[in-house]
């Protein structure tokens, strides 16, 4: 069901999601996404180049928080502008369990053109994994 | 060592096509955990207004960082990538990546400047279709830290 600009104030929460990743998820992003850099799933040359352990693609952590938004507006078009940056690795240890991104969200700024400001708080381990983490949706 | 700022504005020639495939946009809504039937399902994104499949916001980011490699790999800029990580990354979209799409990239250096000793290097791939409409803009940041601190 489409979300009326109308019916959304500065303030609004979009529906908060969890998202579970494990050594298995990143082997298969790095297929799927063509990024087969080492340290997202070769442990031992995390560990050389300094990291606590292997680490999940920046662009796989930026793939799920847009799914807050994507699944509270439906139509994945209605995204016209999306920023994060990265400020912090999400590790994922291989103990079967992996790590988890929770990813909450809310309207904060109503912009011209049926168009929200939507901004994203994405963490692991209680950590803030995203900052500057926003998307531009137009509503209907 | 720094990199040069005069490559600021530098631009690089439109890569080959890049043919979007369907059953490469269901690989990668698969990847992320995505079930959104626009990525998978051609009648559910017709339903939407689509031509045909689209894919995840994401997405473009693979086609854009290949060819954001002409950056990387240019000799005369000299950039350390083994230096290098991600630090952020911004999309502008005209219209979803859809499955049919034949994508060029054209490439162009929007920033370099040194903070904290650290190169930090802005790339901006402007994507476009077989038409030569606008489909999405994506904007990356690379910084390269800085050598001392590498071997740490």
């Known amino acids: ?46 560990l050389e180049v ?44 291989n103990d079967g369990v992996g790590a988890v991104i929770e990813v909450s969200a809310k309207v904060a700024k109503k912009l011209e053109d049926r168009r929200v400001q939507v901004d994203l708080l994405a963490t692991s381990g209680g950590q803030k994994v995203l900052g500057m983490s926003r998307a531009v949706v137009r509503l209907a | 060592m720094a990199l040069d700022p005069s490559f600021i504005g530098r631009s690089y020639p439109p890569t080959d096509p890049y043919e979007v495939g369907r059953e490469k946009i269901r690989e990668f ?20 207004g689509h031509q045909d499949v689209i894919a995840p916001p994401t997405f ?51 920033n370099i400047k040194s903070l904290a000793g650290n190169d930090v290097l802005t790339v901006r791939g402007e994507v476009a279709d077989e038409t030569g409409e606008h489909v999405v803009t994506a904007i990356m940041t690379l910084v390269a830290r800085a050598a001392d601190e590498a071997g740490e």
């Open chain 2, 60 to 110: 473009p980011f693979a086609i854009a960082f290949q060819a954001a490699g002409q950056v990387v790999e240019d000799p005369e800029l000299g950039l350390d990538y083994s230096r290098v990580v991600h630090g952020d990354q911004k999309f502008r979209y005209s219209r979803p990546v859809r499955a049919g799409d034949r994508l060029t990239v054209a490439v162009t250096i929007d």
């Open chain 2, 29 to 48: 809504a698969i990847a992320i955990g995505d079930a959104n039937p626009a990525y998978t399902d051609a009648e559910a994104a017709k339903a939407l």
């Open chain 1, 50 to 93: 300094g990291l606590p352990d292997v680490i999940a693609h920046g662009m796989f952590t930026m793939a799920e928080a847009i799914r807050v938004v994507t699944d509270w507006v439906g139509d994945p078009a209605a995204v016209v502008e999306y920023g994060v940056r990265f400020t912090r690795p999400v590790p994922v240890p």
């Open chain 1, 1 to 46: 069901m489409a979300i009326n600009y109308d019916e959304v104030e500065v303030g609004t929460e979009l529906p908060a999601q969890s998202f579970p990743v494990t050594r298995a998820t990143l082997v298969r992003y790095a297929g799927a996404s063509g990024d087969f850099n080492p340290i997202h799933w070769n442990e031992k040359f995390a």
